[in-house]
């Protein structure tokens, strides 16, 4: 490996596999989930009431590490005024490198970076921040402008 290209595909995954294993005692093995594509890999886990995905994209371009944890489930009677709640926290100190989303009718949480520069350190920070956010913002948000959590029947 050279400098200048970073990680391989299989080199970052073991990164992230090192960092569920070392610093939160998981068996990544156990934690992956089923993909589509032979260049991505995923894995899962939880925090609290949070469920975290991590997903690890190789394409050609853009080779992304991508940690999100859905937040809430959109429904018709979710209060607009959730929209620009979500603008005005995406701005603010606390989800510095983070950011809400709107993804198949969810509220998701996201931190992405470039795959070809991680370390155990940075894939750990980023698992904890989310799940700390994640697991901060999920009841509140929902109990504030409605929807449901996810994972959740209504």
Known sequence: MSDSEGLSFQEAS???????????????????LE???????????????????????????NQTLQIFSPILVLTPQVNLN????????????????AAFAIRDNKVILKVERNARELSVT?????IRRIGTLADRYD?????????????TRN
Request: aromatic letters at 8%; a negative charge.
């Open 35 to 61: 993909t589509q594509e032979t260049s991505m890999m995923a894995w899962g886990l939880t925090k609290g009431s949070a469920s975290i995905f991590i997903s690890l994209t190789w394409g050609q371009r």
């Open 14 to 32: 073991r990164v992230v596999e090192e960092a569920l294993s070392t610093h939160f005692g998981l068996d990544p093995r156990q934690n992956r």
């Open 82 to 97: 959730l929209y620009p709640t979500l603008l005005g926290l995406n701005a603010s100190n606390e989800l510095v490198g």
């Open 139 to 151: 009841d509140l948000l929902v109990e504030q402008f409605g929807g449901s959590l996810y994972g």
């Open 122 to 126: 940075a894939v750990t920070d980023m």
